[in-house]
């Protein structure tokens, strides 16, 4: 602390104590401090200054409502907040007048200038906006396979074995830094500053950057606001040490800067499109735009990843059954996992959201209010208040996270799959868990932080123990700059792991069986065949298990984009066909197209003026047979329709499962893995048994999305403003939208929610009690009751949806992005939107409808117009039994479209 400053906080002490002795009321206990006129609650401040971030968490968590307005001297006011509800208010709500505001932006502009942390605006827009394309699947990919690789095994490893074999002490914390920063250096900027060598080379820049941003931390939180401005005038004190810093700082920036120009003019073709380089060719040549950039993406890249990891590995010491589990996850990997296996790490990657709840890069972040305005839980906010959120104290609170909070338990973001018996993740909303913080301005690279610490966690794990050399009660102190750190470093000994993990032969062998399989199951995808001949429904996942747990991978993966890979094609031809057929009479002539649409008559065709479609009959049958192996042929006439209703007996189902036995048995070599022919190789034969998978699957394949489907279109009849943005959205894609198309219709999903939230296929659910029990809400449940959720109810209720609940509104499930001004689909939490259930038994086919559903929509509602023969005022009557319907129906006319 410099000399002006310390008088300044000694004049502020002084007066304190004459309001602490005079003034101050002996009896009136509290554990929130005490706001004395002038000087606010400079005493507390000054009592907690080495402890600042815990102190405001006291603060949060001691509040009812989790927020607290502090009083800082001279009469300012800051609002501090761990309320999710809060937090939501800010970041998403009312984004447009929570700003960073004039504070923000002049206590931090010397160190970050304009760089994107430190602005608003149509600036920041444009920053974000070129930025989105360093964080694409392509780039992610190619950052885990060769940067990260590369850093990981030339540099990493190599200096963690030497420090094992020497038994060496290293302060892990500098190490991860040093890591850190080359990869952002090499992705965002493709250059290379060797900062992690076995020698430790001490770089000018780094030691800067950390002063820089150490001193701007303290002006954003000294209690004599703005003092700093004159100690910079005076070029005194910290300002002295600032300048300077930052001198060096924005001199090696400006060489990264200047060396990447030199680099483009030169060459008449660019082939590396670092981040850099995409703000150089956009036209933004201005050296201090492009500098306030890097140091930005420095700040973000070299300090977050690094601090997470630091609290990671010392949390990870000290839960060995954490480690445990996380050694078992590596060594289904391979030594070196991929990218897709990265992605696929779900403990690991519980752990470190576990581990950042407790201890995040960034614990607190600050806007200023634009605007007068009134937070959810009613704390006033007024212009030019500073209101910030508390993501350490909110990673505490037991009203989140349970009485357990203090623990460090990945398996809270945990739940077992109940068919594979494999954990999966379960994501906790972004205001909640607000570590990446939320909103428009959510963390662009998270992704590529978590492949970035998956990658490390999987290459130090599986081959060294990380040992604190500390003693066992040692406590290390969590504190932060602009980003936090464990004060003092992370000194560590390096043990290597006398086990080997490597994969075993039968693995290797394996491995090399499911890369072959998928080859031939890919150029299967590719033939001409039918359905059936390419592996029907599951595609690619079909090949990679064989056993009854292997059954979920159905509906997971490549398998996916098999699910309608001609389905728009035949539904687009059918229905002008049909409708051509509607004005002539011919009937006759097209009932085949009907079959090799849906493998079942699923419309009841007259010969009338009026075509009378019935959308309650299954379009998803044609799935469902390829499902079950029966792609095409004679089977088709198998199954017969009386008035549009399919007649699904048990006599027909075993039909199905002997025919399918037969053909196992006569076959030395399996070419088609259906879900039918799965549970027979698993050796569950027995008929009675697999009879009721296969009447149970039909059930779920055609009446639930047939059900959906009907009440969508009859919603699509009464809102023709909806009609119109998912013909717009149509009219965005190929004529026949490829798999990646399909699953980027955002507005037609958000349609089919919506549709779904009104009229769900499955209207309510029911669960026996297999003992006593309470619900949350204090409702007594004896042994042997029933519990019924009902979701059409819930999807009805004013408070879950609004006083708009009765409206079809697809944009409730939408949010525009603030660059691209494109949809963004925002889901519901499936326990408020409980259609396809939730928990364990969630549906495996739900996003397998949802492909589905959608490429059904982009091929009718681009052609033709349904249009129910029903009068205006109609309300057709939602019936159900074990599924939802229309009940008598949905006639309809079908008129084509005249723009096609």
């Not at 409502?65 to 907040?81: C, N």
């Not at 060995?320 to 897709?340: G, M, T």
């Not at 605007?371 to 508390?390: A, E, F, H, I, N």
Request: charged share 25%; proline share 5%.
């Amino acid at each position: 602390m410099s000399e002006l400053e310390l008088l300044a906080s000694l004049f502020l002490l002084v007066l304190s104590f004459i309001y602490f002795f005079f003034f101050f009321n002996k009896n009136q206990k509290s554990d929130l401090p005490k706001s004395y006129p002038l000087i606010g609650s400079y005493i507390s401040m000054f009592a907690n200054r080495h402890r600042r971030i815990q102190w405001l968490s006291d603060l949060v968590k001691s509040s009812p409502s989790a927020t607290y307005t502090l009083h800082r001297p001279f009469g300012i006011r800051q609002i501090l907040t761990g309320n999710p509800n809060n937090v939501r208010h800010i970041l998403k709500t009312r984004f447009d007048i929570y700003t960073k505001g004039d504070f923000f932006k002049a206590n931090l502009y010397d160190f970050l200038g304009n760089g994107i942390f430190n602005i608003d605006g149509e600036n920041w827009k444009f920053q974000r906006q070129v930025s989105s394309h360093e964080f694409n699947t392509k780039t992610l990919r190619k950052f885990t396979e060769t940067v990260v690789d590369t850093e990981l095994f030339d540099r990493l490893i190599p200096v963690l074995l030497e420090s094992a074999q020497k038994k060496t002490v290293l302060d892990f914390q500098d190490v991860l830094q040093r890591f850190a920063f080359d990869n952002i250096c090499k992705i965002s900027f493709g250059y290379d500053p060797n900062y992690l060598l076995p020698c430790f080379p001490q770089a000018k820049f780094a030691c800067a950057f950390d002063e820089a941003a150490n001193i701007s931390t303290k002006r954003l939180n000294s209690p004599v606001p703005n003092f700093w401005k004159v100690m910079k005038i005076l070029n005194f004190g910290s300002e002295r040490k600032l300048k300077i810093a930052v001198s060096e700082v924005r001199k090696f920036a400006q060489k990264i800067v200047r060396e990447k120009k030199e680099k483009l003019e030169k060459k008449s073709e660019i082939d590396s499109f670092d981040l850099l380089s995409r703000f150089l060719i956009s036209g933004h040549y201005d050296e201090e735009f492009v500098t306030d950039i890097v140091i930005s993406f420095t700040l973000a890249g070299r300090d977050t990843t690094s601090g997470a990891l630091t609290w990671f590995f010392w949390l990870l010491s000290k839960n060995p059954n954490v480690e445990e589990e996380i050694l078992k996850e590596i060594r289904r990997k391979a030594k070196a996992p991929v990218f897709d296996e990265v992605k696929g790490m779900v403990y690991t990657h519980a752990s470190l959201c576990e581990s950042m709840r407790l201890y995040p890069p960034v614990p607190a972040d600050s806007k200023e209010a634009e605007s007068d305005d009134v937070l959810p839980d009613g704390t006033v906010v007024k212009k030019g208040m500073r209101v910030t959120y508390v993501p350490y104290a909110m990673g505490r609170m037991e009203s989140l996270w349970g009485e357990d909070w203090n623990k460090f338990r990945p398996e809270r973001w945990l739940e077992r799959d109940l068919v594979t018996g494999q954990w999966v993740f379960v994501q906790r909303d972004s205001y909640t868990y607000s570590v990446f913080q939320a909103g428009p301005r959510i963390c662009l690279g998270r992704e590529m932080a978590f492949l970035q610490m998956k990658k490390i966690v999987a290459g130090v794990v599986g081959r060294f123990r990380v040992v604190p050399t500390t003693e066992d009660g040692f406590d290390p102190i969590f504190t932060s700059a602009l980003t936090s750190r464990m004060e003092g470093g992370f000194p560590v000994k390096i043990e290597l792991r006398t086990e080997d993990i490597s994969l075993t032969r039968r693995q290797r062998n394996r491995r090399a069986r499911l890369r072959e399989l998928v080859t031939r199951a890919r150029a299967l995808r590719c033939m001409e065949t039918g359905p059936a001949q390419a592996g029907g429904l599951v595609g690619v996942d079909v090949w990679l298990a064989r056993s009854k747990s292997g059954v979920g991978s159905c509906f997971l993966g490549e398998g996916l984009g098999c699910v309608i890979p001609r389905a728009e094609e035949n539904a687009s031809g059918w229905f002008h066909r049909a409708a051509n057929t509607s004005r002539s009479g011919r009937w006759k002539d097209y009932e085949p197209a009907l079959h090799k649409f849906s493998n079942t008559a699923w419309a009841v065709l007259k010969p009338t003026n009026t075509f009378l479609l019935s959308l309650s009959l299954p379009p998803s049958f044609t799935s469902l047979s390829r499902f079950e192996g029966h792609g095409g042929g004679s089977r088709e006439k198998r199954i017969r329709v009386s008035r549009g209703i399919d007649i699904i007996t048990p006599k027909f189902a075993r039909k199905i499962v002997r025919e399918k036995k037969e053909e196992l048995e006569k076959k030395s070599e399996i070419d088609s893995v259906d879900l039918l022919s799965r549970f027979l190789i698993s050796g569950q034969c027995d008929e009675d048994f697999v009879t009721d998978i296969v009447i149970s699957f039909i059930l779920a394949g055609k009446d639930s999305t047939s059900a959906a489907l009907t009440w969508f279109f009859w919603l699509l009849s009464k809102n023709p403003n909806v009609e119109e943005e998912i013909l717009k959205e149509i009219g965005g894609k190929t004529k026949a939208p490829v798999f990646d198309e399909v699953k980027d219709m955002v507005y037609t999903h958000a349609s089919l929610c919506e549709s779904m939230r009104l009229y769900p296929p499955i209207p309510f659910d029911s669960k026996g009690a297999e003992s006593d029990d309470i619900l949350p809400d204090g409702t007594v449940v004896k042994k042997g009751m029933r519990v019924t959720y009902v979701p059409y109810a819930m999807g009805r209720m004013e408070s879950l949806w609004g006083e708009d609940w009765n409206k079809f509104r697809p944009e409730r499930w939408l949010e525009r992005d603030p660059v691209t001004g494109k949809w963004v689909f925002v889901p519901i939490d499936p326990y408020t939107y409980c259609v396809f259930q939730a928990g364990p038994r969630i549906c495996l086919g739900r996003e397998m409808a949802f492909l589905q559903m959608k490429k059904i929509v982009a091929g009718v509602v681009g052609r033709i117009r349904v249009v129910p023969v029903a009068e205006d005022s109609f309300d057709p009557v939602y019936t159900a039994s074990m599924t939802s319907k229309m009940e008598g129906g949905f006639p309809v006319k079908i008129e084509v479209r005249a723009e096609e």
